[in-house]
């Protein structure tokens, strides 16, 4: 028997291809939110996807990761058109710069009435999107979407992850992530994310309806913020050998939801455990979520050489 479906992801599924020094490309699983849906089943999180994936090859590899993790994929049918590819550059410390190939892709072949029909079937209290779905090309399907499963009284949760390089029209990108964000209860942003906007968490925060802000700022840890003045800080737990960046922030967001779902009054914990989550991840080439028990071990681990320290 299936386990019931707690969160719900809509958005893209691609193959990243990551350069390394040399030039030579590596394909690895990826997408935003295609890693935020691996990395919440991974953490015990019962989730389902609701975007379409190819019948070539990389939708095949993308289809067979997702039913691994224990993902279940809503939007059953293959589609032809291709599987979206992201070209990953890395710096010298490791931080990834995008150029995307997204026209007559695969998991863009969805309305808002087939996302609200899935997410009926569903009955999940979490509704999770935002990076490439947050294009205007696409705001016919997600907003709708967003507005719908607000009236029903979901949780929605939006990772910004400003994919500057690839909008067309800056102004309108900005004008449909602020559309996307009145609706979002829990907002995740980078620091860079926030140049983009050109705005701060504050500002952000009392712009929207949101009960919770979350601030990533790479090698720094991370921030929350809450609507009632709470201000939250995490590091990573333990000194880390970065492969690189490559779906980090999605594992952080995942990390959360997770541990806010067990117990949503322990804000610090929650935030520590996501911290933890992208920091494992950081230590793998691409985006190769922890599990809960492997995050959970890294932070009893990390709590005892801290006792033993002091």
């Known amino acids: 028997m299936k386990p019931s479906i707690q969160a ?18 590596t394909p690895c699983l990826g997408g935003a939110v295609y890693n935020l849906a691996r ?30 993790a224990g993902v279940q994929i809503l939007n059953h049918a293959p589609v032809h058109e291709p599987t979206s590819l992201a070209v990953v550059n890395l ?28 997410s009926e079937s569903a009955h999940a209290s979490l509704v999770c999107t935002g990076c490439l779905a947050l294009s205007p090309d696409d705001a016919n399907a997600y907003l709708p979407w967003l507005a719908e ?9 939006i990772d910004i992850n400003i994919r500057a390089a690839v909008m067309r029209d800056a102004s309108a990108y900005k004008a449909t992530i602020y559309a996307a964000l009145m609706y979002a209860d829990i907002i995740k942003a980078s620091d860079d994310d926030l140049i983009f906007l050109q705005i701060d968490a504050a500002g952000l925060l009392a712009q929207t309806h949101a009960s919770i802000f979350l601030l990533t700022l790479g090698a720094q840890g991370a921030k929350a913020f809450t609507r009632q003045g709470e201000r939250l800080t995490a590091q990573a737990p333990q000194a880390l050998t970065v492969i690189d960046t490559v779906g980090a922030g999605d594992c952080f967001f995942a990390g959360f ?25 950081c230590t793998r080439q691409g985006c190769q979520p ?21």
Not at 8 to 25: F, K, N
Not at 257 to 265: E, F
Request: glycine fraction near 8%.
């Open 149 to 157: 499963q607000k009236r029903l009284g979901k949780t929605i949760c």
């Open 257 to 281: 939801l997770a541990s806010w779902l067990r117990d949503s009054a322990n804000l610090q914990a929650a935030l520590n455990h996501a911290v933890c989550t992208a920091s494992i991840n």
């Open 8 to 25: 719900l992801c809509a958005g893209e599924a691609l193959m990243d291809l990551v350069s390394d020094r040399t030039g030579q490309l």
């Open 290 to 310: 922890p599990t809960w028990d492997e995050v959970s071990m890294a932070l009893t681990q990390a709590q005892a050489q801290a006792q033993a320290q002091a």
């Open 39 to 68: 990395a919440l089943a991974l953490q015990g999180v019962g989730t389902g996807y609701l975007n379409p994936l190819s019948s070539d090859g990389y939708g095949q590899q993308l289809r067979a990761a997702l039913e691994t």
């Open 91 to 118: 710096d010298a410390n490791g931080k990834a710069a995008y150029t995307f190939y997204r026209e007559g892709v695969a998991d863009r072949q969805v309305n808002a009435a087939q996302l609200n029909a899935m």
